[in-house]
């Protein structure tokens, strides 16, 4: 692994915009103005501010991961994937539980704008295997899945791999093995990750930063650590340079 510099530290970090609505949002943003992590926009802030607020991130350099975890009929996910790369978002995902179809389907869209668009770039098209607050007793007794958590995961993993996906949003603790059956190229981006000393919340599968990136993981979303925090800039920069410093050891 090349050493982590602190704009590529940065880059690994994809903060969790779970506001209400832009007004809110904005005062993270200027405390974290300059930082070049992406952002990541969730189904609330999205419904709430819509594409403009999208386009108004864009625009001041961020990259952006849209985090809608569309799951449909393959038609209306291909539509949805040509509309959210049309808005020129670097990351957006699908859930795997569509099946092989649905998230060819996708990549579809994505190649339909494209082709038709001017100065479009491809985003990364991930596949939601099981969500971190997803528990054993959970998948088993309320998903109706059976198995461990770890299989599922691998096994979505494996079939969005097949369909010519990027790669898999996953907990931190299934990189290893994702990477191991799909390969070292193919991208995890995980949530679950919290500071030593952070609350843990509503997950269930956390490690620490620096334990992620040791995982091999590519990108971590962080949220409550950085936005809650008293001092959001000195929390990230708190976990930039612990990133950097797990790299150099």
Do not use: W
Not at 50 to 69: I, N, Q
Not at 146 to 160: C, K, M, N, P, T
Not at 220 to 237: N, Q, Y
């Amino acid at each position: 692994m090349a050493t982590l510099t602190r704009e590529s530290a940065a880059g690994k970090i994809m903060v969790a915009l779970d506001y209400p609505d832009a007004q809110a949002a904005e005062t993270l943003l200027k405390s974290l103005d300059g930082i070049p992590c992406y952002m990541k926009v969730g189904l609330q802030l999205f419904y709430a501010a819509g594409l403009g607020f999208v386009a108004s991130l864009k625009e001041r350099g961020y990259k952006v991961f849209l985090d809608v975890k569309m799951h449909d009929i393959p038609n209306t996910v291909k539509g949805g994937a040509n509309s959210v790369t049309k808005l020129g978002v670097d990351v957006f995902n699908v859930h795997a539980a569509g099946g092989r179809h649905m998230m060819e389907a996708a990549l579809e869209g994505v190649d339909a704008a494209i082709a038709g668009g001017s100065g479009l770039t491809r985003p990364l098209v991930i596949a939601v295997t099981q969500l971190t607050s997803t528990s054993q007793a959970v998948l088993n007794d309320e998903i109706g899945i059976g198995g461990s958590v770890e299989d599922s995961v691998i096994r979505y993993a494996q079939l969005a791999k097949q369909a010519g996906l990027d790669g898999v949003v996953s907990s931190p603790q299934e990189v290893v093995q994702i990477k191991a059956a799909c390969g070292a190229s193919f991208q995890t981006i995980t949530p679950g990750i919290r500071p030593i000393g952070a609350a843990v919340n509503d997950q269930s599968r956390i490690l620490t930063p620096s334990e992620a990136l040791a995982q091999g993981t590519d990108y971590m979303v962080i949220g409550r650590p950085i936005t809650a925090a008293a001092d959001p800039r000195a929390s990230i920069e708190s976990i930039i340079q612990e990133l950097m410093n797990h790299d150099n050891e």
